[in-house]
């Protein structure tokens, strides 16, 4: 970990140590909550057409699905940060945004989640394989997401069938090392992921 996060993370695990020994101390240290923000600039000026997505919220792999900011200091060393969180579930929150990205694509009609009653032409599955801040270079901390994404196609009556499948990573610097940086960055991670797999969706479906 980067030695000012690494410093920030030592002096809240302290704080809450002694809070758990009975200490007198009146102060606290408060969490602090994050989420996620990529957008797509504006809605795609192609045609829409009238192909319906149903897409499932991703899965994610167990060592990222906790709230708290993972940090990536060796190459099989992780560091969980209790104070700094995300505001909601990570694979919600992505899947929240691959949605409303793919809703402004103009790819399909409409993009439902898995409990809707309309009958989706196409389903999107995916699971994301890592989500962490890598600071393995001090001197170059890093945001990393990465995660698979499967098109299926329905046809009446058949089982879906896989037509598309792709592992997409993203690793991006971070412009401020410290967890708001390291959010920021990931919001620019999943803008590439989603700009790139719009782009393949688009091949794809022609």
């Given amino acids: ?40 600039p504006s809605e795609s000026a192609r045609t829409q057409t009238d192909f319906i997505l149903e897409l499932s919220r991703l899965t994610i792999d167990s060592a990222f699905s906790g709230s708290g900011l993972v940090y990536r200091v060796g190459d099989s060393k992780y560091e969980s940060d209790f104070y700094n969180e995300f505001l909601a579930s990570p694979s919600a929150m992505i899947t929240d945004t691959m949605r409303n990205w793919l809703s402004m694509s103009r790819l399909f009609k409409r993009v439902l989640d898995s409990g809707s009653l309309i009958d989706p032409t196409h389903i999107i599955e995916g699971n994301i394989t890592a989500l962490y801040g890598d600071f393995r270079e001090p001197s170059s901390p890093k945001a990393t997401i990465e995660m698979r994404v499967f098109l299926l196609e329905i046809e009446t009556g058949e089982d879906p069938l896989p037509i598309f499948g792709k592992t997409y990573t993203s690793s991006i610097n971070l412009e401020s090392e410290d967890p708001e940086g390291l959010v920021e960055a990931y919001g620019r991670c999943l803008e590439k992921i989603l700009s790139t797999l719009e782009s393949d969706l688009a091949e794809r479906l022609s």
């Fill in 1 to 40: 970990m980067i030695p000012r996060l690494r410093a920030c993370f030592c002096i809240a695990m302290l704080v809450w140590l002694a809070a758990l020994s009975g200490c007198s101390s009146t102060e606290t240290y408060s969490r602090k909550y994050y989420v996620f923000h990529a957008a797509r």
